[in-house]
């Protein structure tokens, strides 16, 4: 286990402590996922990025980052230079941070800060329970793909009882990888509290209609349907789409629908 101090900028000085995590087996998580890259990345630049959550500067950074609210820093009363020299620093090369949620019948959630040089941005990974293997539900930013999964699917996702994130938290994690077309009125209420609900003061509201809005960025209003007794995705961009494999489906259907 190794902590260490990210940054230190002008007048401003943040600190983010990083650790590096190991599973209980003795390998490092989402070993597979990195495979893929070229030049080769090392597991050393995994971080466990969840003690982030309890600094007052973590959710307006990630909220204005992946979530696409520039209204987050006013409404957390937080200085706007502040969040963005934080939010650079969680996008360091040299650390690949993410932050883990439980989900349905033993399955996990990563959701990684894919630090890459020319190729950043924030991937949402699914690890099937008893497994290592990391699965790619969404990717922000890159070459995008998503949505990961719908508006009801993640109410019932950041419901679902967990020790370590409220129901507020897990929401909010997980709003930009959702995407609906048929996202009903009541939901900026609820993107409302659950902003409120992680310490916004001000200018709720605007925060959450700008996360709306933002979660359609990439991919557009998206419609849902069924295959075989599943949930798919009918927009192109999607790793659930009509086309994926049952197996594939079935996991993801399991690990946000319960």
Partial sequence: MRTQQLCDADEVT???????????????????YLDGFQPPVDTSVLVDATPWLDDPLFWPAFLLAPGGSWA???AFDADPADVEVYAEEMHQHDNWPFISLDLARGHRLHILFRNSDGDSGWDYLVQPAGSDTAITAAALEGGFQGPALSWSELVKTASQPNSKHGPAERL????????DSGIPPEAHDVVTSAVTAVGAKHRQDNVARELLIASHRFWGDSDWGERNGLPVCLGVHSPRHSGASQDRL?????????
Avoid: H, K, N, Q
């Avoid at 990083?18 to 003795?26: F, I, M, N, Q």
């Avoid at 079935?250 to 319960?258: S, V």
């Fill in 72 to 74: 987050a820093a006013v």
């Fill in 250 to 258: 079935a996991l993801m259907a399991e690990a946000f629908g319960g």
């Fill in 172 to 179: 909010l994690l997980l709003l930009p990888a959702a995407g």
């Fill in 14 to 32: 943040t600190w983010i402590s990083v650790t590096t995590t190991v599973c209980e087996d003795g390998r490092m998580p989402l070993r597979g």
